[in-house]
């Protein structure tokens, strides 16, 4: 079993910005803990946003939850840089914890930001599938036997 989220950095979050204070009613934040993995992409359905920070959430969850049409806000990290294009397949904010509250509500209160960031998430997920990713093998693999 893996945790979900970022906990522990939501936590540290609500010490300085406590969750009851915030607009939107962002006291309606879960932190399941671990869970199975069928469990996970549940909750990835369920949810209205995915928050990745760098230390905690690296490519390939956040390509999970692109793949599930969830808007994702980060904190680009090594493991999503070239994954992450702002505005368009994400909204990304630099390391500051006021600068990522921003992000989570404009995602949170904008319905046509987190349409464009669905789709493009969606887009983004589909060039790393299974079968994009077999035939970027086959294409190597051909151009390696050219040589």
């Known amino acids: 079993m893996e945790s979900i989220g970022i906990r522990d950095e939501l936590l540290r979050l609500e010490v300085r910005v ?21 469990r996970q992409l549940d909750y990835l359905r369920q949810a209205d946003l ?10 390939l969850r ?32 630099p390391e500051d914890e006021l600068a990522f509250a921003e992000r ?21 997920a589909r060039t790393h599938s299974l079968q994009a990713s077999a035939r970027k093998l086959v294409r190597l693999f051909g151009e390696l036997g050219s040589c």
Request: net charge negative.
């Open 50 to 59: 995915f928050l990745a920070l760098p230390r905690a959430d690296g490519g």
């Open 18 to 38: 406590p969750i009851h204070v915030l607009p939107l009613g962002l006291d309606l934040v879960a932190f399941p803990g671990p869970q199975e993995r069928a």
């Open 104 to 124: 989570v509500l404009a995602g949170l209160e904008d319905g046509e930001l987190r349409a464009r960031l669905k789709e493009g998430g969606l887009a983004e």
């Open 62 to 93: 956040v390509l999970e939850a692109m793949a599930t049409g969830l808007p994702v806000v980060a904190v680009p990290g090594p493991g999503t840089k070239g994954l992450l294009r702002d505005g368009e397949n994400a909204l990304c904010a």
